[in-house]
């Protein structure tokens, strides 16, 4: 079992920086490929960003490449998220997510993250 909790959220402004972090209680965390996911109001889920369980593998949805870095550190149990460049269409609950039986991908699908946090909030004013 892995609890996952998001920190970090708020309101900003376009141009402005956020790092959202995402703190896990299990043992075996570093096992886990984790993900970052958002989902805007009547809007889909959507994949944001992606690592491995060693942070050696990353991968990333368009929109946020060159303005995102996901990165974790496996000693404390703990993945961030540093939003750089903030826009509008950024605005969205951003939700962490844990995926045990691949821990050597970086999936872009929801339903293969098992664990989920209760997201964060962060809205960027135009």
């Known amino acids: 079992q892995v609890q996952l909790v998001e920190s970090g959220g708020g309101l900003v402004q376009v141009g402005d920086s956020l790092r959202l972090s995402c703190a896990a209680t299990a043992r075996t965390y570093g096992t886990y490929a984790m993900g970052w996911f958002r989902q805007a109001p009547g809007k889909e889920r959507e994949f944001v960003a992606a690592?491995?369980?060693?942070?050696?593998?990353?991968d990333y949805q368009d929109s946020v490449k060159g303005r995102f870095t996901i990165s974790r550190d496996v000693a404390k149990n703990t993945m961030f998220l540093q939003m750089n460049s903030l826009r509008p269409e950024d605005t969205a609950v951003y939700y962490c997510?844990?995926?045990?039986?691949?821990?050597?991908?970086?999936?872009?699908?929801?339903?293969?993250?098992?664990?989920w946090g209760q997201g964060t909030q962060v809205t960027v004013s135009a």
């Open positions: 997510a844990a995926d045990r039986t691949s821990p050597w991908g970086t999936s872009k699908r929801a339903d293969e993250y098992e664990y």
């Open positions: 690592i491995d369980w060693r942070g050696g593998r990353t």
